[in-house]
Nanobody, 117 residues
Framework: VQLQASGGGLVQPGGSLRLSCAASGSISRINTMAWYRQAPGKQRELVARMSWDGTTTYADSMKGRFAISRDNAKNTAYLQMNSLKPEDTAVYYC????????????WGQGTQVTVSS
């Protein structure tokens, strides 16, 4: 399974970005698409995940501001990020999993999101 993330960039506080993650390869058994992030000096953390049937999980700090979605026909997941804060600055990674809550075995290359004025 290969994952290609895109859509990162520089945005002002309060702004929005949408990240995309295109999956390819042996994806027939992939159930869950997820987004993680890692800020400098911090551990990687879950942002949001979504299963094939639409079940979602969000980190508490992202609830109400971020929204994960997926287009199963296009094998693509999205992360809509609104009301961005400087503390959202991080490298964002997409990931894919056969299960739902276990650690994903497949990772994309990461895309930088910088929130700064």
């Amino acid at each position: 399974v290969q994952l290609q993330a895109s859509g990162g960039g520089l945005v002002q506080p309060g702004g929005s970005l949408r990240l995309s993650c295109a999956a390819s390869g042996s994806i027939s058994r992939i159930n869950t698409m997820a987004w993680y992030r890692q800020a400098p000096g911090k551990q990687r953390e879950l942002v949001a995940r979504m299963s094939w049937d639409g079940t979602t999980t969000y980190a508490d700090s992202m609830k109400g501001r971020f929204a994960i979605s997926r287009d199963n026909a296009k094998n693509t997941a999205y992360l809509q990020m609104n009301s961005l804060k400087p503390e959202d600055t991080a490298v964002y990674y997409c990931a894919a999993n056969h299960g739902y809550s276990s650690s994903p075995p497949y990772w994309g290359q990461g895309t930088q999101v910088t929130v700064s004025s």
